[in-house]
């Protein structure tokens, strides 16, 4: 069997939860002796260590990520058209990562989905067209989490029976707690990825947060997404006491978000729709307790290894987080069910779903 992985999103992120999945079920798929792997990593930016020895072909250059325009992108499009071409026939299974598919496919189409937030908050059409075309081509679709299917298969709507669930795993690195290098001085709440889309809903957190005077006692951690606060949420600190001292904001590499999981008093999700959630696993894996929104895929992500909030409810917010807070017994027990859940989410069982799934088009 013979599958040609497409990477395009390898050139659009350095590191974040897409390009890990390819990289991490990638890695998987080395288990299986009679998958022969092609990969086209194309002009690409990110930082995982792909071994090139995993793959028959390998098509990949490094580039600095200030290359990134029009022609850029348009060059990636026809060398992925080559190099499919190159190696393309009728039991080649070519493996959409982020929803590009060849011009003529010859072959079984699999693509992988990962939310549908471009159609429930964006209304990005231009988006929605390029999504649907790879849909309409797929023999199979790949999703992330059983909310994820199902708001497909409403949305668009594609056949249930063409869809099936392979859930992201976590890294065993995230299971070995470790203290931080560099200390972040008082306890922390922590929050991890984009602050100013709508859908993240990170503005219940920080109206919270002041609201209800937490500065006093803890600092607000936040860790990626944009490089500052927008002016709104400046504004929104700016007479609290220290003038937003509290709030601290990383940009961090594994080793230290393992560090600043492993020692939060707890790990804030706010949003009000994920595909998934993967720092909720990550945060659970380090012995992180979890405060989290009852939308999406949350419940079906954390099950109850996590305290679920109503997302549009600081009150709701307050009254979790201060739970945790102040019943250590409680925070102790979710911990523990935390390490649990996240042993049901490995890469190798989402890799082996993904080897059933191919079978199936041959």
């Known amino acids: 069997m013979k599958v040609f992985f497409d990477g395009k999103i390898l050139s659009l992120q350095s590191r974040g939860g897409i390009s890990r999945l390819v990289f991490e079920l990638i890695k998987s ?31 990949g250059l490094k580039r600095p990520s200030f290359l990134n325009n029009h022609l850029i992108n348009l060059l990636d499009n026809m060398s992925m058209e080559a190099a499919y071409g190159f190696n393309a026939s009728s039991d080649l299974i070519f493996h959409s990562f982020y929803y590009r598919i060849p011009k003529k496919p010859r072959g079984p189409v699999v693509v992988h989905i990962y939310d549908m937030i471009q159609e429930l908050f964006n209304s990005n059409q231009k988006t929605i067209n390029f999504k649907k075309k790879s849909f309409d081509a797929a023999n199979l679709i790949i999703s992330i989490s059983e909310s994820a299917k199902k708001d497909l298969c409403e949305i668009y709507p594609i056949n249930p029976e063409k869809v099936i669930v392979a859930h992201s795993g976590v890294n065993e690195t995230f299971f070995k707690e470790r203290p931080l290098s560099e200390r972040v001085g008082r306890p922390y709440m922590l929050y991890v990825g984009s602050r100013n889309y709508s859908y993240k809903n990170f503005d219940i957190l920080l109206d919270t947060f002041i609201n209800k005077k937490y500065f006093f006692d803890f600092n607000l951690v936040l860790v990626g997404g944009e490089k500052s606060l927008n002016s709104q949420q400046k504004e929104k600190i700016k007479n609290t006491a220290g003038q937003g001292a509290w709030l601290l904001q990383e940009f961090c590499d594994d080793e230290r978000l393992i560090g600043l999981y492993s020692n939060a008093s707890v790990f804030i999700c706010p949003s009000l729709y994920e595909g998934f959630g993967l720092p909720l696993l990550e945060a659970m894996a380090c012995g992180c307790p979890v405060v989290a929104s009852n939308a999406s895929s949350i419940p079906e992500v954390v099950g109850d290894a996590a305290l679920l909030f109503y997302p549009k409810n600081s009150d709701d917010l307050s009254a979790k987080i201060e739970t945790i807070i102040n019943n250590k017994a409680l925070a102790s027990d979710l911990i523990k069910r935390g390490k649990i859940r996240t042993k049901q989410f490995t890469w190798d069982a989402a890799a082996d779903i993904i080897y059933q799934g191919y079978l199936k088009l041959l």
């Not at 086209?40 to 020895?53: A, H, M, N, V």
């Open 29 to 59: 798929f080395n288990r299986f002796n009679d998958l022969e792997k092609v990969l086209y990593r194309g002009l690409y930016i990110d930082q995982y260590p792909f071994d090139k020895e995993w793959f028959a072909k390998y098509y």
